[in-house]
């Protein structure tokens, strides 16, 4: 689809504890994804990991609860609030 910015995993940008942060990421993929066309973005990863040796482990942004929750949250809405084009879809 063309280039975009390549942020940080989520584990990493969890571990700033920065919730602006991780808006101005949401909003600025949000942009590009309006700017390239997409009409889906599956990047949020709010799964509480488990076992240490789950290997998607780098996609959630660490083992505490609220914070998964709150980080998803700001990704997702301000990537879609971006982009009304994206799809919001969650699985169980």
Same mark, same amino acid.
């Given at each position: *689809?063309? !280039? !975009?910015? $390549?942020?940080?995993? $989520? *584990? ?5 504890? %920065?919730? %602006? ?5 949401? %909003? $600025?993929?949000?942009? /590009?994804?309006?700017? @390239? ?10 799964? &509480? ?8 482990? @780098? /996609? #959630?942004?660490? /083992?505490?609860?609220? *914070? &998964?929750?709150?980080?998803? &949250? $700001? +990704? #997702? /809405?301000?990537?879609?609030? !971006?982009?009304?084009? +994206? ?6």
């Amino acid at each position: *689809m063309g !280039s !975009s910015t $390549a942020f940080p995993v $989520a *584990m990493a940008r969890g571990a700033t504890w %920065d919730i %602006d942060l991780e808006r101005r990421i949401g %909003d $600025a993929i949000g942009r /590009e994804a309006k700017a @390239q066309g997409a009409n889906y973005f599956a990047g949020v990863c709010v799964n &509480l990991p488990r076992h240490p040796a789950w290997g998607r482990i @780098q /996609e #959630t942004y660490g /083992e505490n609860p609220l *914070m &998964l929750g709150e980080f998803g &949250l $700001a +990704l #997702t /809405e301000r990537s879609t609030e !971006s982009y009304h084009g +994206l799809r919001r879809t969650f699985c169980p």
